[in-house]
């Protein structure tokens, strides 16, 4: 039986599906990653078609490529990177794309440690001094969450991360073409944060599953 998102894959209910991602990162975290589905006969299997049993919106970071930090290989997973995890019409309809044409189960949305994005975000909001350009459009979408970061209290900068990554996940929850979905049970959400230190995924929240 195939172990990841190939095409002749099962379809995966959501808790599935985030199981077989915590085991990848555990398999990262730990040193031992397979490199799984990354053979020649794989990739020719998977060209005429795909079946991706999860969708990762992450950062742009270069230190966390989904598909090494949950150990998937070709087929697994749809990824879409934006600085800070943030979303806008555009990035979203890229996340539809997956659970809408593919049934995709489940959506993470990945934080992490000592984000540059949310840093600068911080940075530029503290000392009222605007970033150029179109990186401010970056800094207008964190906002929000700075201010619920504000008001919590603690590390500035982790706070923002982790709410930002929550209000990613609300957004998301919340949208018309997807939260059917998630009302039906089809598709669930994560919240999840991702340690640059020990290359381990935590759950911060989950939506329309409980993780087994
Ligand atoms: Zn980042």
């Avoid at 998937?72 to 979203?92: E, N, Y």
Wanted: charged fraction near 20%; glycine fraction near 8%; proline fraction near 8%.
């Amino acid at each position: 039986m195939p172990t990841t998102g190939s095409p002749t894959a099962e379809k995966l209910t959501p808790a599935q599906a985030w199981s077989r991602l915590a085991e990848g990162n555990r398999t990262w975290a730990a040193g031992n990653r397979k490199c799984p589905e990354e053979s020649v006969q794989r990739r020719q299997e998977a060209a005429p078609t795909q079946n991706p049993f999860a969708v990762v919106v992450t950062c742009i970071d270069s230190r966390l490529p989904p598909e090494t930090v949950f150990d998937q290989g070709v087929g697994a997973l749809f990824v879409v990177r934006t600085g800070a995890q943030t979303v806008d019409d555009l990035v979203t309809g890229s996340i539809e794309y997956g659970p809408v044409e593919h049934s995709t189960p489940l959506i993470v949305v990945m934080g992490h440690q000592r984000c540059g994005a949310v840093k600068a975000t911080v940075e530029s909001l503290e000392k009222n001094h605007p970033l150029p350009k179109h990186l401010n459009s970056i800094v207008d979408s964190v906002k929000p969450a700075y201010e619920q970061a504000r008001a919590k209290g603690g590390d500035i900068v982790d706070q923002t991360i982790r709410s930002q990554t929550l209000s990613t996940v609300a957004k998301l929850a919340a949208d018309p073409a997807l939260s059917p979905m998630v009302g039906k049970g089809t598709l669930g959400l994560v919240a999840a944060y991702y340690s640059l230190d020990t290359g381990q995924v935590s759950v911060l929240q989950t939506i329309g599953f409980r993780p087994s």
